[in-house]
């Protein structure tokens, strides 16, 4: 019993340090060694644990993930300074009109997403714009986070096949398979994210029409752009195009028609990496279009890529020390008691992951690290479980990719503190939106998705 205090007052720590905006790659560490000391004592190997067990997870999640971490950065950087982002959020604003603000924004948000650009970059590019939609279309302010997180952190990171977010990625390695696993599953559950966060996005910006309340008095100045200067929109969707057609052949068609023996001596598969390489490949690809065809236009090349480098080292930091934390819970003697409480839950695979998924994604407040932290100690014991009763490790895959974006948007999480800065927003105006599209819908659509998968509906 003092083992589990000590490890949910360990949780209630780093949580509350995350919301006061205290880093993970200082913080994890240190309460990773309290967690120890709490949990079991005094204990002589106590640095054998920082160096051996802490940051093996760390450097471990390092190895696997930075190549994605720094082509996915640089690739958000390019597509902002060659104004192909911009360019994609102003086509789409203007055909569907003010009169679908918030539509406008949502689909905007997908799009880039689904092309790679990082969340904390689509939240710089969309918020000037949804301003301005929604002072035109007499929207509250308060709404434009909610409206963010609907289009950036929901499907098109956890749902959408094909998805170059990491939060589709991780689960490849464990269960050998690609970004585009469970197809149906994933469009179905894109759908209904989509759908359910507009008719609450549409109801919410009804009741306040009704009530005369409009956009608010804000101290802003929203600057209307100028489109002239912006590039040609089939131009600025290639590099999107060349992600989604690459990260396709290279994972259905090449490497499923290759011999990957070769990979042996590095104690590997095919199956483990190649989806991986697949979404490296098609990443790399699209930087290289961007920078060839942009050489004049960006002035400084050089800085640039040094920049999208830069940006690429906090998220992936913040989530390696969220894994190496992970990883010294997993080693503690307590661990296998919620471990055995979780497989207690249910004998069904797909329910008992989508559970430990997302309440570790939860308490660490980070999609990537808390699915990190989950597969890397439960996956083989799934993969087992599901063996016998012959369900595919596609559905193991997208179960785990959507169960990673429910509670990992509570309060603390940095994705939303960064979201709510850059709106000029709180949390008392404006999370209720971000809650419900990015936690309570994403939750319920999960659920809906584990009961059909368990009852064999949707194959």
């Not at 995350?18 to 079991?40: D, E, H, N, Q, R």
């Not at 911009?86 to 539509?103: M, N, P, Q, R, Y």
Request: proline share 4%; charged share 10%; net charge positive.
């Amino acid at each position: 019993m003092i083992s589990i205090l000590g490890l949910i007052f360990s949780l209630a720590i780093i949580i509350y340090l995350a919301y006061k905006g205290y880093s993970t790659i200082i913080t994890a560490p240190i309460i990773a060694i309290i967690t120890i000391l709490v949990t079991t004592g005094f204990d002589s190997y106590l640095m054998a644990n920082y160096t051996e067990v802490y940051m093996v997870g760390f450097s471990n999640f390092i190895k696997n993930y930075f190549p994605l971490f720094m082509t996915g950065a640089i690739f958000a950087k390019l597509m902002e300074e060659a104004g192909y982002a911009k360019s994609i959020a102003h086509f789409i604003t203007i055909k569907l009109g003010k009169d679908k603000s918030i539509l406008a924004v949502v689909l905007s948000g997908a799009l880039l997403t689904y092309g790679g650009v990082s969340l904390f970059v689509v939240a710089f590019i969309l918020y000037p714009i949804a301003s301005m939609l929604f002072k035109e279309a007499d929207i509250p302010k308060r709404l434009i986070p909610g409206t963010i997180a609907l289009g950036s952190f929901t499907f098109t990171m956890t749902a959408l096949p094909g998805s170059p977010e990491i939060q589709n990625v991780i689960p490849m390695k464990y269960f050998g398979t690609d970004t585009f696993a469970s197809p149906i599953i994933g469009i179905f559950a894109s759908i209904l994210m989509l759908s359910l966060g507009m008719i609450w996005l549409t109801k919410r910006a009804k009741s306040a029409r009704s009530n005369n309340e409009g956009y608010g008095n804000h101290k802003e100045e929203i600057i209307k752009r100028n489109l002239d200067n912006l590039p040609n929109i089939f131009l600025s969707i290639l590099p999107i195009l060349i992600i989604f057609i690459t990260n396709l052949i290279f994972s259905k068609l090449y490497y499923p028609n290759i011999d990957g023996s070769y990979l042996s001596k590095y104690n590997t598969t095919l199956s483990s990496v190649s989806g991986t390489w697949s979404v490296i490949i098609a990443i790399v690809l699209a930087d290289l279009f961007i920078i060839v065809t942009n050489l004049k236009s960006i002035k400084n090349m050089k800085s640039v890529l040094d920049t999208g480098v830069s940006n690429s080292f906090r998220p992936l930091l913040n989530s390696s020390a969220i894994v190496g934390y992970g990883s010294v819970i997993k080693s503690l003697a307590v661990f296998g008691v919620i471990q055995s409480f979780v497989f207690g839950i249910s004998s069904n695979p797909i329910i008992s992951e989508a559970l430990s998924v997302n309440l570790i994604c939860g308490l660490t407040a980070s999609a990537s690290g808390g699915l990190g932290i989950s597969l890397d100690a439960l996956a083989p014991t799934y993969i087992k479980m599901s063996q016998a009763l012959n369900i595919s490790p596609e559905i193991l895959h997208r179960i785990a990719s959507l169960s990673s974006g429910g509670l990992d948007t509570l309060p603390h999480n940095g994705a939303v503190i960064t979201t709510l800065a850059i709106c000029g927003l709180t949390h008392k105006e404006s999370y209720k939106d971000i809650f419900v599209t990015s936690v309570v819908i994403p939750i319920c659509v999960t659920a809906i998705i584990v009961l059909l998968t368990s009852l064999q509906v949707v194959i």
